[in-house]
């Protein structure tokens, strides 16, 4: 439930409210259609989830709400080319005692090529939602697990079930170098064996099964196990393995593995590309490599130490450049870590298209670690396109996503500066059509900065929210946190399931603060409060339902 509008969003006997409109023209925007091509303040018109026109002047219609994006950037919605964005959290399974660990099960040995991500989705997932409020609208979603966990499937980030949420299914087999700990394969040579070994099996079973398909007469019945049968697309290249190869070491061993066997590959999560990339280049292998770089540490002079200070600092420096085994082991860290963030860009220069995989990286840290990697040396166009076409291209939705064009998906994301711009906020995502709407967070003000409170707020209090509906109510609680504020915010139609707002800053005697809900129909919840020492008011924004009016008075808390 949307626990503040409960009763009047959901009044009209319906799972989900309806949509005020599903039509948005986007005014006076820099368009980035795609690397390297833009139209300077134009306006991109979308209507039923799909992008209708791109152009310099677009007559609106009648339905459509006018979006005024004063001189901000929209690119295409991003997309994640592999991750395990949106997967259930899986209850460890005991392994049975009596379990042969030379001979174990397919399932326990971590080989489930016929496992589909799309089974293990839940759309209430707090990743998709992180993704999303970073700019991404559809990902490559592939299952956790050993060798060969499962098969991937391309999800679109919105949706209340994963049924809503699925775009193309099986479209790729999830593979790893990984044993499965004290059974077999535990090693990385037993597990390069049991790749051969169910490969080639597999073969002759597809063999087999051909056979009997275009005469059985005189053709035993072919019964196969569903692992044996989810290879015989990868065997006739109608589906690609994405092999998790994080260093230098596991891709050269999945690359001999590839030319061995056969198969189509890609290189997945990569972090230490560079030595391989004549071999890649050369085989053309598709790579998507690891965003999750180190901080390289920039050396800050600070003028205001003391001269003591200074002399310590010249005395540890002549100290350590005295140790030459040290001196050339802090030289061949920093030529690594350079690198490791120079990566992309030797790809680039090479001429390796490249994608980005989120095994291990942070959402969060995507444009700080992507600034680091065009300082190295990255072209912008190149960092776009491995957000946008090139996955595109490579899990085969550049039909319907990619670029801002006509007829393609409405997946859009709408910055404040250009994206690459240290200072850039995202403030909207569309995901096919869905807008979402990502208010500027505010910086807490340091001490001196705000007018102190004259009393303290801290406490439960009782609010009424007028909406057109019977009132709804409720409690709210304050508790101060460090320097900022806890609201836990409590209705009374739903009284198990409060929500919880942190990182409230109050200025003077008025607070405000803004929260996502994604329950029923995503959308941001802002509030704006004035209090006295025995009463508040102010009002409630819900999105695209418009702002109603709040009030409240104090029930416990400290006494003035």
């Not at 080989?111 to 990902?139: D, Y």
């Not at 030797?346 to 992507?370: R, T, V, Y």
């Not at 190295?376 to 801002?404: C, F, Q, R, Y």
């Not at 020492?533 to 109603?548: D, I, K, L, Q, R």
Request: aromatic share 6%; charged share 30%.
């Amino acid at each position: 439930m949307l626990f503040f509008l409960a009763i009047s969003l959901h009044a009209q006997n319906s799972d989900k409210p309806k949509r005020v409109t599903n039509t948005y023209l986007i005014k006076n925007v820099n368009i980035i259609q795609k690397p390297g091509q833009m139209i300077d303040m134009g306006q991109v018109l979308i209507k039923d989830g799909l992008i209708k026109q791109v152009g310099k002047t677009i007559s609106p219609p009648s339905d459509a709400e006018i979006i005024s994006a004063d001189s901000m950037y929209v690119y295409a919605g991003f997309i994640d080319a592999l991750s395990h964005t949106g997967l259930k959290k899986e209850e460890e399974k005991e392994r049975s005692r009596n379990s042969n660990p030379g001979n174990p099960t397919n399932e326990e040995a971590g080989i489930v090529p016929e496992r589909l991500a799309s089974s293990l989705i839940s759309s209430s997932s707090k990743s998709i939602e992180n993704m999303r409020k970073n700019g991404f609208a559809i990902t490559h979603v592939v299952p956790k697990g050993n060798m060969l966990p499962g098969s991937g499937s391309v999800i679109v980030l919105n949706g209340n079930s994963s049924e809503e949420m699925v775009i193309k299914d099986d479209v790729s087999l999830f593979g790893q170098l990984k044993g499965s700990g004290r059974i077999y394969p535990s090693t990385i040579i037993g597990v390069l064996a049991k790749w051969k070994d169910i490969y080639r099996n597999a073969e002759i079973a597809k063999g087999h099964q051909s056979k009997y398909d275009l005469n059985p007469s005189g053709i035993g019945r072919p019964a196969y196990d569903d692992a044996t049968k989810a290879l015989f697309p990868v065997i006739d290249k109608k589906k690609s393995v994405f092999m998790h190869t994080k260093d230098h070491l596991s891709a050269h061993r999945a690359m001999k593995l590839k030319k061995d066997l056969g198969f189509d590959m890609v290189l997945c999560e990569l972090k230490q590309g560079w030595h391989l990339i004549d071999q890649i280049k050369r085989n053309n292998i598709p790579v998507l490599l690891s965003y999750d770089i180190p901080e390289k540490k920039e050396e800050k002079k600070d003028e205001k130490k003391d001269d003591e200070g200074k002399e310590k600092k010249e005395e540890a420096k002549k100290e350590k450049e005295i140790d030459p085994e040290l001196k050339i082991f802090k030289e061949k860290k920093e030529k690594s870590i350079d690198e490791y963030i120079g990566q992309a860009a030797a790809f680039e220069k090479a001429g390796i298209p490249f994608s980005f995989s989120h095994l291990s990286g942070k959402a969060k840290d995507l444009k700080k670690n992507i600034r680091q990697m065009i300082k190295s040396g990255l072209s912008e166009n190149a960092a776009l396109a491995a957000l946008t076409t090139n996955p595109a291209k490579l899990i085969g939705v550049d039909n319907i996503a990619g670029t801002i064009d006509p007829g393609k998906m409405a997946n859009l994301v709408i910055t404040n500066k250009s994206y690459f711009d240290e200072k850039s906020k995202i403030r909207y995502v569309f995901v096919e059509g869905e807008m979402f709407e990502f208010e500027e967070k505010k910086k807490k003000k340091k001490k001196g900065d705000t007018e102190e409170a004259k009393f303290d707020i801290t406490g439960q209090w009782s609010y009424k929210l007028e909406i057109p509906m019977p009132e709804n109510e409720g409690t709210l609680d304050l508790k101060k946190e460090g320097e900022g504020y806890t609201v836990t915010l409590t209705s009374a139609s739903d009284p198990d399931d409060p929500e919880v707002i942190e990182n409230v800053v109050l200025d003077g005697d008025n607070m405000s603060f803004s929260f996502e809900v994604t329950e029923g129909m995503a959308m941001t919840i802002s509030m704006d409060l004035t209090f006295t020492e025995e009463s508040f008011e102010g009002t409630v924004t819900a999105g695209e339902f418009g702002t109603f009016p709040m009030n409240g008075e104090k029930i416990s808390g400290p006494k003035k």
